[in-house]
């Protein structure tokens, strides 16, 4: 493996010189500059990554924190990070919190061990190093400078505005689990728009998002409400596990029981019958804190620190229609 000391050889010039040029520490001449570019490129030169990391105190890696790698809006969410990162040379560390907070103090130490050169987060964080570039997704945190978000406002709306269209008696909203807040503050935003319209309804809150306790929750709502007929869930994939568990008992959707999730994941369509629900665009999300998280590290101009994206209803046939 080629090192330092033969590309200084090879460059004519010292070992110190082609720090300066590989780690961008301090003047080489133009005419220099060319020379050692050419002698890397004749002895395909690659600079050690942590060699230059713990001089520069960063890298080229990004650290990701996700609630949930098992619900499929998360996975998405990282590809468009990934995608936007990529091409600029950057790599992704993802830690999934499995909802468990103790694990953020871990990741946590991991990305500053390995000198991350920002934090993108879908998840509650401690105070971290304020040199730390961060930005916060698919939550609405107050303390945080730099957020990108759906428009959950805009997402109640449009579920109360298809409600109407159907016909409806026994209404319950699942809120999200206690630990987090952006599930509740979806929640929040529907039970204002039902108070608006007039609409009365029960609410239930999740114990979690984690597919045992949302298969848990689903048996315990129809036990909590038996004549329940309309079901506002938490997101899609304990709408599907209500579902699956409102045809287990004998209920007919949308027949009997009507049922409309969040977050459009994949398989909502693969539902019988298929979910409607609210899309958030979980893939652009990504690339937009991507973006923003980028403009923070290279120090450019950010015109706009929080930003909404908006969202759209998927109407297909888990709604009846009135009449």
């Known amino acids: 493996m080629v090192n330092i000391k033969e590309v200084a050889k090879r460059a004519q010039v010292s070992p110190a010189t082609i720090s300066r040029y590989i780690n961008n ?42 609630p949930d790698m098992g619900n499929p809006f998360f996975p998405l969410m990282a590809q468009g990070i990934e995608d936007y990162f990529y091409p600029h040379g950057y790599h992704v560390i993802t830690g999934n919190i499995h909802e468990d907070q103790t694990k953020v103090a871990s990741y946590l130490q991991t990305f500053q061990q390995n000198f991350v050169a920002g934090i993108i987060s879908a998840v509650h964080l401690p105070k971290i190093a304020e040199n730390t570039p961060v930005v916060v997704i698919n939550r609405s945190d107050e303390d945080s400078l730099y957020q990108v978000k759906a428009d959950y406002k805009q997402a109640a709306k449009l579920m109360i505005d298809e409600l109407k269209q159907t016909s409806f008696e026994d209404v319950v909203v699942i809120s999200g689990p206690k630990s987090l807040e952006v599930a509740n503050i979806r929640s929040s935003y529907i039970h204002d728009a039902l108070d608006k319209e007039g609409i009365s309804y029960h609410t239930m809150a999740s114990q979690s998002f984690l597919l045992k306790d949302v298969m848990h929750s689903a048996g315990r709502l129809f036990e909590l409400y038996p004549h ?68 923070l590290i290279t120090d450019e101009i950010i015109t706009e620190n929080v930003v909404t994206l908006p969202v759209e209803l998927m109407s297909r046939d888990t709604l009846r229609k009135k009449g």
């Open 228 to 295: 329940i007929d309309t079901i506002f869930a938490a997101n899609d994939l304990q709408a599907m596990m209500l579902i699956q568990k409102a045809q287990y008992l004998g209920y007919r959707v949308p027949k009997d029981i009507q049922i409309i999730g969040f977050d459009d994941i994949p398989f909502s369509e693969l539902t019988v019958p298929k979910l409607t629900t609210i899309k958030q665009p979980a893939y652009e999300m990504g690339q937009t804190a991507a973006k923003m998280l980028h403009q």
């Open 25 to 66: 520490s301090g003047y080489v001449s133009g005419k220099t500059s060319k020379k050692v570019e050419k002698a890397i490129q004749e002895l395909n030169y690659v600079p050690n990554e942590v060699a230059r990391s713990l001089f520069q105190k960063k890298s080229k890696l990004i650290g990701f924190l996700l």
